[in-house]
């Protein structure tokens, strides 16, 4: 997963847990060994999310505006 995350960095996206309920938006700051950063647009707050948590991701349309 690490792997992956790490193509789209500087692009918007959308990021689920496993939790199974929450998500997060954002663009794709960082991806480190165990948690990855997202930039809250509209709030330029950085989020942190352990990376082991991530199910899965897909990227935003508000990347190709």
């Known amino acids: 997963m690490k792997d992956i995350l790490k193509k789209f960095k ?3 996206i959308r990021l689920y847990t496993i939790s199974g309920v929450e998500s997060y938006i954002g663009i794709l ?3 480190n060994e165990r948690y990855v950063t997202l ?3 509209m709030h330029d707050e950085l989020m942190y999310i352990n990376l082991q948590y ?3 991701f897909h990227e935003s349309r508000r990347s190709k505006a």
């Open 10 to 12: 500087g692009k918007t």
């Open 54 to 56: 991530v199910e899965s």
């Open 29 to 31: 700051d960082g991806v």
């Open 39 to 41: 930039k809250d647009a």
